[in-house]
């Protein structure tokens, strides 16, 4: 459904109201060893109306997309506003006025590939980790393609559509290591459809070299030492340390609700030289992992400075906190399905580059590590984290010795931060995260390498 056949209900707005149609589409392709496991392609979508009326706010969805249901999800959230607005003793929302307009397709116009071409291109992968890599005693390929299509009108005059896919291959491969799997797990590809990202299996035969050498390399590593350590952070582990234990304590409902960054406005929370920042959908010039330009309330997305030369200077708002906060808001609410209330949320969230080389930064270190993979982990509204580290090696004397078993990392993030010494000077981005705050969505998150102060897991 277009623009144009939403404004057609507009008539039907009496408070304020959004009114949005989604589609997500998703492939999802698995072989687990030669065998396919998962072959599948569904769609899911429809229709939402959220009504904000005195204090309240009334939702309703459904996946039938029609003028009636239209009609009719817009008159059950009024209902359900007035009724919440009556037993609301909040007050009025102060809810400021934004009017983004615009269409934003992220399609290039690449064929889309048929079932039969996925699965094709997903056993050449394979056959060829078979047949390279003869000591590996498992091995899983993955395609994961997701496409989010929004069209959205508001009673404040926003009007937006967007198309933003997302392509992806996981690989996973297992080597026997005195008695016990040793895996490792990598992601390739980004924002597009398949064709985008993937045009020939061959092309990801060098990195899958990369991946299958630092796999060895694990197999025959060492446990980290624990305790505090100096440490080097590939970009990964500075972008999921920027997400989860930093961004999260920085999204202004949680700030609402006793996150501790509403102590630290205006505060000192790293070392000068980190610089932190929510990207909307351009990043030092180039497109960002998860391009958002108008969030799902109509509000213009914008970069959003959350650490400034080490200081906390913003939190990421949508409407509503931002009324509370008399800030403005950052265009940081989203909602992942159709029948999902926009919440704040990040889009891509990274720490800037500083001007030191990878290889310097190695050289400046006399006894630590170099952690460059992160797996599951946690981290709360006090900024204590906890990271799995499942790629890294030993540095002794400014050289990587040894690779690393699988790890931890912990810490306070702000307390961390501030040991922060070197930053590299490039940026690398990850697209391939699926935030899980009560709806999952996509987000994207990078970084430069940072050499700081971590406390390590031992065995």
Known sequence: MNIADLRAHAHLFDDYTELRVQQNRNVGLTMINGDLVRNARSAQGGVSARVARAGGWGFCSTPEVDGAALERVVG???????????RSKAGSLQLPATCGNGTFDWKTGASERTQKELIEFLTAIDAHILETYQKLSSRVVVINNLDMQKTLLTSQGAESFSLTPRTLIYIQMTIEADGEPIDLFESYGGLGHFADQFDDPSKLFPTIAE???????KASGVYADAGPKTCILDAELAGILAHEAIGHTTEADFVMGGSVAGQYMDKE???????LVDFAHIALGDACPVPVHI??????ALDCTIIDQGILRNFMHNKESAGHFEAAPTGNARAYQFSDEPLIRMRN????????????????????????????????????????VTLG???????LGRGLRDTTISGVAFDMLKTVSMLSDEMAWTGAGMCGKKQPIPVGMGGPALKCTVNLGGK
């Open 349 to 388: 969230t990274a720490i800037l580059p500083g001007n030191s080389k990878i290889e310097e930064m190695i050289a400046s270190v006399e006894d630590g590590y170099y952690l460059m993979k992160p797996g599951n982990g946690q981290a709360d509204t006090t900024s204590e984290f906890m990271f799995a």
């Open 211 to 217: 991946q299958y050498e630092h796999l060895v390399a």
């Open 295 to 300: 969030d799902d309330e109509g509000t213009e």
């Open 269 to 275: 929370v790293a070392a000068s030289m980190v610089t």
């Open 76 to 86: 059950r959230a009024s209902t359900n506003a007035k009724v919440l607005a009556g």
């Open 393 to 399: 090696y030993e540095i002794k004397n400014g050289k």
